[in-house]
């Protein structure tokens, strides 16, 4: 009896996923917020833009580009360039054409409102808003080990809309560890152990880190994702020799890891273990000008991501601000749901958490900025969950950054240039610069973002691999 109970209640809980695709789908999609133009030119020309130089921070005026075949084909001073026949012309005037924006931190997988919004993860809409911000690049960094793979395939292949993206899948953790507390304190019961065993993998001995990366290296993840902190701080995290077991196995099989840190302790653990970026500054302590030093002998790029943890200190703080790109891509009822947290709706571990954050606000801009002094490349990452918006998210960022003492174009940099380095693992990559044969994906702007980073958000024309995207925003009131 016992046998077919449990049965029965494992056949309910695998339906759940299913039953919640077909509520959304009887309420209907919402109007798409980027689609792609029935007949895409072949050629498009941009006339009279200045083009920045991400590298030199500057920009050239008056310039016409011509793409071609999802190529940059030719840049030359207006007027000295014969335009294919027929080619689409585009008038840029007053705009500063830039490369398509690279999120370093992003997730497809996740859902942005509150847990008390009731809302369910729309992962093909996160990647209309990724496109519709301008964001054409995305390093997933934890997602659904069903999912994450072929959604990045069929972008890829042409057959969904999005940006480029760069996939993990789950993210390797300790047994109870970060996010497991996190997804059964903010995720509805029936769906918090679909998520749990979707997007994590508990390591507990030196065979489980192999078989862990064995596992994600057959799937063809592009990095592997470990978790290096402890959220709630009573939660436990990888110990030293598993950190060095993934690490060394994942080398081994050819495939980068980043972690997730949180504190100073952890990124040196994490360096130490030979990883090859850390996610999140140093965000749970001050640090020194000599701790910042050591953090910088590894050699390996941070993802500051300063936006998330600024979101969650100021959870039900003070009436949430919307940003213009807020305000396109996301109705304007979740974007009130922020202000007040329900009663019970969070749990009293997380309450203190984000009050703990609230204390060190001030600390994140200063530990970014000593760890740019001491020589750390810092990338542009949302880390898009509750509060952080896919698209909108990064904006938000890279504000932020330049609250650190970053100049904008030291921002935009981390967003293009060197954020498609590391991605790509090349000096000179395809993406992320401005020049002849490199990848279409560009940003047209009102205004220069390297003097004003605001610039970014009063954008014009988004172009994903040479296609013109036609860009939707929300009718909000």
Not at 156 to 182: N, R, V
Request: glycine residues 8%; proline residues 7%; charged residues 20%.
């Amino acid at each position: 009896m016992m046998s077919e109970m449990g049965r029965t209640a494992r056949s309910l809980l695998r339906a759940l996923p299913l039953a919640a695709s077909l509520l959304i789908a009887c309420h209907g999609k919402p109007t798409p917020l980027v689609t792609l133009p029935q007949q895409a030119p072949k050629n498009v020309v941009f006339h009279r833009v200045a083009v920045l130089d991400v590298a030199a921070g500057t920009s050239r005026p008056s310039l016409d580009v011509i793409v071609s075949d999802g190529r940059i084909a030719a840049i030359g001073a207006h007027g000295t360039l014969t335009p294919p026949r027929g080619a689409f012309e585009v008038d840029g005037t007053g705009a500063t054409l830039v490369p398509g924006l690279i999120d370093s931190h992003g997730h497809v997988g996740n859902q942005s409102a509150p847990p008390w919004a009731g809302q369910f993860p729309d992962p093909d809409r996160n990647l209309q808003s990724y496109l519709y911000c301008g964001i054409t690049t995305v390093l997933d960094p934890a997602d659904m080990a069903s999912k994450a793979f072929a959604r990045r395939d069929a972008v890829a292949g042409g057959s969904l809309p999005g940006p480029a993206i760069y996939a993990a899948g789950p993210m390797l953790t300790a047994p109870g560890g970060h996010p497991i507390p996190a997804i059964n304190a903010l995720a509805p019961w029936w769906l918090a152990w679909y998520v749990r065993r979707d997007a994590t993998r508990v390591v507990d001995s030196a065979q489980d880190a192999v078989r862990a990366v064995a596992e994600l290296a057959g799937a063809g993840a592009d990095v592997v994702k470990l978790s290096v902190d402890s959220i709630p701080e009573s939660a436990p995290r990888l110990r030293k020799e598993l950190l060095d077991a993934v690490v060394q196995e994942s080398h081994r099989r050819g495939l980068r890891v980043v972690a997730h840190i949180g504190s100073y302790g952890d990124a040196i653990d994490a360096g130490k273990a030979g990883v090859d970026a850390l996610m999140h500054m140093v965000y749970k302590q001050a640090i020194s000008a000599e701790q910042a030093g050591l953090v910088a002998s590894f050699h390996v790029p941070m993802v500051a991501t300063i936006g998330v943890f600024e979101s969650y200190a100021l959870l039900g703080q003070r009436k949430r601000e919307a940003t213009a790109l807020e305000r396109q891509t996301v109705p304007a009822a979740i974007l009130d749901s922020f202000d007040t947290i329900p009663s019970g709706a969070v749990s009293d571990d997380f309450l203190h958490y984000f009050e703990s954050l609230r204390l060190l606000r001030r600390q994140w801009r200063d530990n970014v900025r000593l760890l740019r002094e001491a020589g750390v490349t810092i990338l542009a990452g949302s880390d898009a969950q509750s509060g952080v918006f896919p698209g909108p998210g990064l904006h938000r960022e890279l504000a932020l950054m330049v609250e650190t003492g970053m100049t904008p174009a030291q921002a935009l940099r981390a967003a293009t240039l060197d954020a498609a380095r590391f991605l790509s693992g090349s000096e000179d990559p395809d993406f992320g610069t401005i020049a002849v044969g490199k990848r279409a994906d560009l940003l047209l702007v009102e205004g220069n973002p390297a003097f004003n980073v605001s610039a970014l958000a009063r954008i014009r024309a988004v172009m994903k691999n040479g296609v013109l995207l036609e860009r939707h925003p929300v009718a909000n009131p």
